[in-house]
């Protein structure tokens, strides 16, 4: 019996994943003892992708607690409040989203019209802590291997004097990491001090005229490539993932040689796409090259930048367009559903830092178009 209900779950999410029409009553059909986080989170899916509301409502009630306090859920349960007509129940969530800083409290801003809460609160300035960290051996150890270009040892280095420090200490390590340049480890330090609010330091305009330029040059927002290269890399000019993709903007080498070959540009194998110059420029030709074959949507467009288009179009809807939250909130991979997520907020949080403006996840939010 406890096989057969583990072949059961999994055969269940399988074609919950796959997006099939027997998934619901599958789901359904689980026995309690075969029900867990996943299982139910996807009920709430497959009932989105259908945008039958009374389901995505029933799949919410099944919610654990600590489940339904979580803002995906919340900002659903909003969104099944407004679409069966309890438009007042449906604002009093949104309001209690909306006071955050994310991805659903901004989406949930937007169902409001309500102004985006950035919080930011930057880190204040202690010369006397500055002055002392810089006559550290290890931070300085750290500094001169970064500046020699061995960062992959300095981050080493910069790892272990960060865990001899106090919280406050840490906190002004990362306006030191941003001072040379160093934007991965002034993001990391700025979070291992729990400075959540100090945007200047968690979300750097690194390389800016680069990217601004090459940006420019590709007809794409600058700050849309921003948070594509903070949600790859970090800001790690040689980051290297475990597929092997390379650079800020994570490129697999296949990829990075046809690009420049395209562009003109001279390929000396994998190590062309450490050259952050090299890299931006092969990445937001790819990336304007996402937004062209999507026809100008943003969130396919950055779906397939992380996933591939051949993945993409698999999961377009099947016979009417779907909405674009609906339709994220649906993806199958994990990994890429974080991953739009995350640039569509890094995003307004780079534009509003650029120009002082908000920059609407309504705006890029046009309904998915059906699978042609």
């Known amino acids: 019996p406890g096989e057969q209900a583990a072949i059961d779950r999994r055969i269940a999410l399988i074609h919950a994943w796959r997006h099939l029409p027997e998934a619901a009553a599958l789901l359904e059909a689980l026995p309690e ?23 995505v409502e029933h799949a919410l009630a099944a919610l654990s607690p600590e489940e339904a306090a979580e803002p ?5 349960l909003g969104r099944v409040l407004e679409n069966t007509g309890r438009s007042d129940q449906a604002r009093m969530v949104y309001a209690s989203l909306s006071g955050e800083r994310g991805y659903y ?4 801003a937007d169902r409001l019209g309500a102004e985006y809460q950035w919080g930011a609160e930057p880190v204040p300035i202690r010369d006397d802590v500055l002055a002392a960290l810089e006559q550290r051996p290890d931070v300085i150890r750290s500094r001169e291997l970064f ?19 106090s919280p406050g200490e840490r906190s002004q390590a990362a306006i030191l990491a941003q001072r040379w340049g160093w934007y991965s480890r002034a993001i990391t330090a700025a979070s291992v001090a729990a400075a959540h609010d100090a945007l200047e330091l968690r979300f750097p305009l690194a390389w800016q005229p680069l990217f601004e330029e090459r940006s420019e040059r ?51 194998g994998s190590p062309t796409l450490i050259d952050p110059e090299t890299n931006v420029t092969l990445g937001t030709t790819y990336l304007a090259d996402m937004l062209a074959r999507y026809d100008g949507h943003r969130v396919l467009a950055t779906a397939a930048y992380n996933a591939g288009p051949s993945r993409v179009d698999r999961w377009l809807p099947e016979d009417a ?12 991979y994990s990994e890429t ?29 046009q309904p998915v178009p059906a699978r042609p």
């Open 105 to 108: 409290s901004f989406m949930a």
């Open 147 to 165: 500046h020699v270009g061995l960062e992959s040892y300095g981050r080493l280095e910069w790892q272990q004097a960060l865990a001899r420090l």
């Open 321 to 332: 367009s779907l909405p674009a939250d609906a339709w994220i909130d649906s993806v199958p």
């Open 72 to 76: 995906v859920w919340r900002y659903w």
């Open 33 to 55: 003892s075969s029900r867990d986080a996943d299982t139910r989170a996807w009920a709430v899916r497959v009932a989105l992708r259908g945008q039958d509301w009374a389901a």
């Open 218 to 268: 590709a007809g794409i927002h600058s700050a849309w490539v921003y948070g594509v290269a903070r949600s790859e890399s970090l800001f790690v000019p040689d980051a290297r993932s475990g597929a092997g993709a390379l650079g800020l903007m994570q490129l697999m080498p296949a990829t990075g040689r046809q690009l420049a070959r395209r562009a003109g540009l001279p390929w000396n």
């Open 337 to 365: 559903r974080a991953y739009v997520q995350r640039v569509l907020a890094a995003e307004a949080v780079f534009h509003w830092r650029m120009t002082g403006q908000t920059a609407r996840l309504a705006d890029v939010m």
